[in-house]
């Protein structure tokens, strides 16, 4: 492939990526049949806390809108995370996952048939919430019920299809992309909602300079830590074959800080604020059970507790699904590579291991401390949540990836043409 060819391959890429979000930022302005605009936007007013408003963060605003993308991606997503830890404890995923292709196949397809499970359960509950809003469907009954449940449900396979087609057919990872446009897209409003709440006086004009002073110091940290490698050397020994000598060559193995990416804090978030959604939704009306929840909510000891440490349990759960020692270990073992001062097999995966956990606790702290830190400031003050310490994460990470793949394919290229060059030199 000429390098003419491969610049339009990338620019393609780049502009069916662009094309096809802007498809679902488009159906994220589509709205639900059977529901009053006007009661919507007076029930959403002041009502974006809780999973409601993280829902709405990850769902590009089309929570707000009451839109048919209101569950946005999250359903597959969280049908992914259910996959990949049954992989973890159950032999029939194993097996899966070690038939290689066709059991990677059979994998994606049962997370595709849990992504309309958990839409279907998550859609009727959006539409039993809605009914009990006063006066918010227009003609309430099973019928909206049918139509609300399938308007969902196909937004949610039509998202993962897109999504899909991203990742293969595009550029970046296209589920993360979807997030990523969501945020990005509902930023501005974001701003231009702070900015009034400065000029009316309810924001200090201190306080909204030392918000964006903090904004612009948590991306540096989180660029900083995503770069972060730590780098374990590997020896190659030396083999003598006829008269040539082969080897002799050393190479390191990289290991992330923070592995996980983001997934800890959208899933820590998603099932903590749980018990806040159906005060939201007003499904419960128990006394007892809107006390409990009210411990839930943002800036509460308890809150900011279970918060954390559910950021650090699917750290150390999502890096242990994605990264073996052992496997590693074998590998190296299998190539004839090895650690200076480490036995292979056994000792090389326990000195993986150790500082794979090191790597992995100062990564579950840095993501607690970027998705608390900006959590006390929404709980304070009514700072809109895509300025949230979550949603900053997410389009940084995101951005960094998308960039690494862009650089990857243009210096495979470059790389191409100089081994061309090379051969016709010769």
């Known amino acids: 492939m000429s390098s003419s060819s491969q610049t339009n391959d990338l620019r393609n890429r780049i502009i069916f990526t662009i094309l096809l979000l802007s498809i679902y930022r488009l159906g994220t302005f589509i709205p639900l049949p059977g529901i009053d605009p006007e009661q919507l936007q007076i029930m959403m007013q002041g009502n974006q806390k809780g999973l409601l408003g993280m829902f709405n963060v990850f769902a590009g605003g089309a929570v707000s809108r009451m839109a048919i993308f209101a569950l946005g991606i999250m359903p597959y997503i969280s049908s992914s995370i259910i996959v990949q830890l049954l992989t973890g404890v159950s032999d029939y995923f194993k097996n899966l996952k070690a038939q290689g292709e066709i059991g990677r196949q059979k994998i994606t397809q049962i997370t595709r048939y849990g992504t309309v499970l958990l839409a279907t359960v998550q859609g009727y509950g959006l539409a039993v919430g809605l009914e009990s809003s006063a006066d918010l469907v227009l003609n309430p009954g099973i019928f909206f019920k049918i139509s609300t449940v399938t308007t969902i449900v196909a937004g949610t396979i039509f998202l993962m299809w897109l999504g899909e087609q991203i990742t293969q057919r595009g550029i970046g990872n296209g589920i993360s992309l979807i997030i990523f446009s969501g945020i990005v897209a509902e930023i501005p409003r974001a701003l231009v909602t702070t900015f009034e709440l400065g000029r009316t006086g309810a924001i200090s004009t201190v306080m909204i300079i030392g918000i964006f002073v903090l904004l612009v110091l948590t991306i540096m940290f989180i660029v900083f830590m995503e770069r972060a490698l730590r780098k374990i050397l590997i020896n190659y020994p030396k083999r003598q074959m006829g008269n040539k000598m082969y080897g002799g060559d050393s190479s390191h193995l990289p290991l992330k800080i923070n592995s996980a990416g983001v997934i800890p804090a959208i899933f820590a978030s998603a099932l903590l604020l749980l018990p ?11 006394e007892t059970f809107l006390n409990i929840s009210s411990y839930f909510s943002q800036g509460q000891p308890l809150y900011m507790l279970l918060y954390a440490s559910g950021i650090i349990f699917f750290t150390f759960f999502y890096t242990s699904i994605t990264f073996n020692p052992t496997e590693t270990a074998d590998n190296l073992r299998k190539y ?45 003050y009514p700072i809109p949540f895509y300025l949230g310490g979550a949603s900053v994460l997410i389009v940084v990470v995101v951005a960094i990836d998308t960039v690494t793949q862009v650089q990857t394919r243009m210096m495979s290229s470059q790389y191409e043409q100089l081994i061309k060059k090379s051969k016709f030199g010769r």
């Open 276 to 286: 806040v959604t159906f005060s939201n939704f007003n499904i419960s009306s128990n």
């Open 336 to 380: 004839g590579g090895f650690i200076p001062g480490i036995r292979p097999g056994e000792s090389t995966a326990a000195y993986i291991d150790t500082i794979l956990t090191r790597l992995t606790t100062i990564g579950a702290l840095y993501l607690t401390l970027v998705c608390l830190m900006p959590e006390f400031l929404i709980a304070n």
